[in-house]
């Protein structure tokens, strides 16, 4: 006799938290600490919008979570690394009219959003094969940071024996912009090839912070998710964080809120018939 199996549909690994944002959880190889997970934050900036929340315009120095709430904002990340001051990027950061740090320096990527003109909503801009020159005019909002890898796709962080937490920023394919996130420490130059491994389809990737202060949080109605960094070789060398450090300059999600479900009705059932 023949039994024929029901088809299990797979599920996407991405859930929608609200329009235009997902969010997915994915292993990553074993790491010498922690739970070696990686959090994905992945937005069409078609449907959300990306926000700078910086000290230097918006207040002093705070956790991800608490410049979000603020904002009411549905997600965050670390904008990127500072200087002593606590307050400025380490390069460009330009947002709408405010500078926060005027100074290109020689990194080969930014982030670009806040369009003008009809031009897609965001992206991360490689100098070493994009026009910087021709896309400035294009964009209001700049956020400078290290390149993670090529035009081509190739990883170019040089492997070293440092590790640590890790907060990025990514772009894929699509054209979506992806806020990644890992506690358990891992070399950048290993942690670029475990990220391309989970064929996230990424195009660009941009480096924003490391071990305690690199943070990652998502916020809907129902809960808010809070992932922080702990370890970094030389600095803070365990495993053991649970402070949410504050930092200076965050970039956010503004969106929508997922329409309501409305529950199915009860199923109508009918009385129990006497035989």
């Given at each position: 006799?023949?039994?024929?199996?029901?088809?299990?549909?797979?599920?996407?690994?991405?859930?929608?938290?609200?329009?235009?944002?997902?969010?997915?959880?994915?292993t990553?190889?074993?790491?010498?600490?922690g739970?070696?997970?990686a959090?994905?934050?992945?937005i069409?900036?078609?449907?959300?919008?990306l926000?700078?929340?910086?000290?230097?315009?918006?207040?002093?120095?705070?956790?991800?979570?608490a410049?979000?709430e603020?904002a009411?904002?549905v997600?965050?990340i670390n904008?990127?690394?500072?200087?002593?001051?606590?307050?400025?990027?380490t390069?460009l950061?330009?947002d709408?009219?405010h500078?926060?740090?005027?100074?290109?320096t020689?990194?080969?990527t930014?982030?670009?959003?806040n369009?003008v003109?009809g031009?897609?909503?965001?992206?991360?801009?490689d100098?070493?094969?994009?026009?910087?020159?021709?896309?400035?005019?294009q964009?209001?909002?700049?956020?400078?940071g290290?390149?993670?890898?090529?035009?081509?796709g190739?990883?170019v962080?040089?492997?070293?024996p440092?590790?640590?937490?890790?907060?990025?920023?990514?772009?894929?394919?699509?054209?979506?912009?992806?806020?990644i996130?890992?506690r358990s420490?891992y070399?950048?130059?290993?942690?670029?090839?475990h990220?391309v491994?989970?064929?996230?389809?990424?195009v660009?990737?941009?480096?924003?912070?490391?071990g305690?202060?690199?943070q990652l949080v998502?916020r809907t109605?129902?809960k808010t998710?809070?992932?922080i960094?702990?370890y970094?070789?030389g600095?803070?060398?365990r495993?053991?964080n649970?402070?949410?450090?504050?930092?200076?300059?965050?970039?956010?999600v503004r969106?929508?809120?997922?329409p309501?479900?409305?529950p199915p009705?009860d199923?109508?059932?009918?009385?129990?018939?006497?035989?």
């Amino acid at each position: 006799m023949l039994f024929l199996l029901p088809v299990l549909a797979l599920a996407a690994p991405f859930e929608p938290i609200a329009v235009g944002v997902e969010f997915a959880e994915f292993t990553l190889p074993a790491s010498s600490h922690g739970a070696s997970r990686a959090h994905v934050v992945r937005i069409d900036p078609s449907k959300a919008e990306l926000v700078i929340r910086t000290a230097s315009r918006d207040g002093d120095p705070r956790s991800v979570r608490a410049w979000l709430e603020e904002a009411d904002l549905v997600a965050g990340i670390n904008a990127g690394m500072f200087q002593q001051d606590h307050r400025t990027n380490t390069a460009l950061l330009l947002d709408q009219g405010h500078t926060n740090n005027a100074t290109l320096t020689a990194d080969n990527t930014l982030v670009a959003f806040n369009a003008v003109n009809g031009t897609a909503g965001a992206r991360i801009v490689d100098r070493s094969c994009d026009d910087l020159d021709a896309l400035r005019p294009q964009y209001t909002s700049w956020v400078q940071g290290i390149r993670m890898l090529s035009c081509t796709g190739k990883n170019v962080w040089s492997q070293q024996p440092k590790k640590w937490s890790h907060a990025v920023i990514g772009e894929d394919r699509a054209g979506r912009i992806l806020f990644i996130h890992a506690r358990s420490p891992y070399t950048t130059h290993d942690f670029i090839d475990h990220l391309v491994s989970l064929k996230l389809d990424l195009v660009n990737l941009q480096y924003a912070e490391g071990g305690p202060e690199a943070q990652l949080v998502t916020r809907t109605a129902s809960k808010t998710r809070i992932w922080i960094g702990s370890y970094e070789t030389g600095f803070y060398e365990r495993d053991d964080n649970r402070d949410e450090w504050p930092v200076p300059n965050v970039l956010g999600v503004r969106a929508k809120p997922l329409p309501e479900v409305t529950p199915p009705s009860d199923v109508i059932r009918h009385p129990k018939r006497e035989p």
